[in-house]
């Protein structure tokens, strides 16, 4: 089992940023790739950026260029610094262990593993 903790979300101003974290225990020595799950009211969850153990990323065309994941296995720690924020990226944010590559879509589909979210909210 793996436990995931997340923190750094609130309410900011379109244009502004924020750091999120996510805190991992348990078995992650199973753990190769983490990243962050979003979902809107109304919408599905969606992917924003994925991260594996080489520190390999990959972003949601939506943020591309705007965020930043990075992870630092010696705190078990991963991160998703946000800038340039939108109204659009108002969502519950989820951290997310064990994503699995795709290789048809190119993308990641979400492992086993959830935090229990972190909201954000952008004001214009």
């Known amino acids: 089992q793996v436990q995931l903790v997340e923190s750094g979300g609130g309410l900011v101003q379109a244009g502004g940023s924020l750091r999120l974290s996510c805190v991992a225990s348990?078995?992650?020595?199973?753990?190769?790739?983490m990243g962050w799950f979003r979902q809107a009211p109304g919408k599905q969850r969606e992917l924003v950026a994925a991260?594996?153990?080489?520190?390999?990323?990959h972003y949601a065309g939506s943020v591309k260029g705007r965020s930043t994941i990075s992870r630092d296995d010696a705190k078990n720690t991963v991160y998703l610094q946000m800038n340039s924020l939108k109204p659009e990226d108002t969502a519950i944010y989820y951290c997310?262990?064990?994503?699995?590559?795709?290789?048809?879509?190119?993308?990641?589909?979400?492992?086993?593993?959830w935090g229990q979210g972190t909201q954000v909210t952008v004001s214009s």
């Open positions: 997310n262990a064990g994503l699995r590559y795709r290789y048809i879509s190119g993308s990641y589909s979400p492992g086993d593993y």
């Open positions: 348990g078995s992650i020595f199973s753990i190769n790739v």
């Open positions: 991260i594996d153990s080489s520190g390999s990323a």
